[in-house]
Nanobody
Framework: QVQLMESGGGSVQAGGSLRLSCAFSVVLDSMGWFRQAPEKEREWVAVIHVGEQPTYADSVKGRFTFSQDNARKILYLQMNNLEPEDTAMYYC??????????????????WGRGTQVTVSS
């Protein structure tokens, strides 16, 4: 059974940092971080595929770093220089190879429950 659980969310001021973690039970071909702000669609933030480097959405490139520790089965999302626009519920997700290339939520089969990130100006 595949399980994912996020932690590390919180409230920070603009310019601050947070590190999100996601504990997972099974290593999947594609793992990713998504976020969803109120009344907005879920959007991808960063994805990684076995043997590949992470790919980032333009809105977070240079500020966020995605890493994966398969030995400990933990994903990390280091978020620096946070902006109010980063405020959202953050989810980790896993899927097959297609998910890495499509970056569509529908192609990720497994999801955590999310962790809230709030950035104040």
């Amino acid at each position: 059974q595949v399980q994912l659980m996020e932690s590390g969310g919180g409230s920070v001021q603009a310019g601050g940092s947070l590190r999100l973690s996601c504990a997972f039970s099974v290593v999947l071909d594609s793992m990713g971080w998504f976020r969803q702000a109120p009344e907005k669609e879920r959007e991808w933030v960063a994805v990684i595929h076995v043997g590949e480097q992470p790919t980032y959405a333009d809105s977070v490139k240079g500020r966020f770093t995605f890493s994966q520790d398969n030995a400990r089965k933990i994903l990390y999302l280091q978020m620096n220089n946070l902006e109010p626009e980063d405020t959202a519920m953050y989810y980790c997700a896993g899927g097959g190879s297609v998910a890495y290339f499509s970056r569509k939520p529908a192609d990720f089969y497994y999801w955590g429950r999310g962790t809230q990130v709030t950035v104040s100006s």
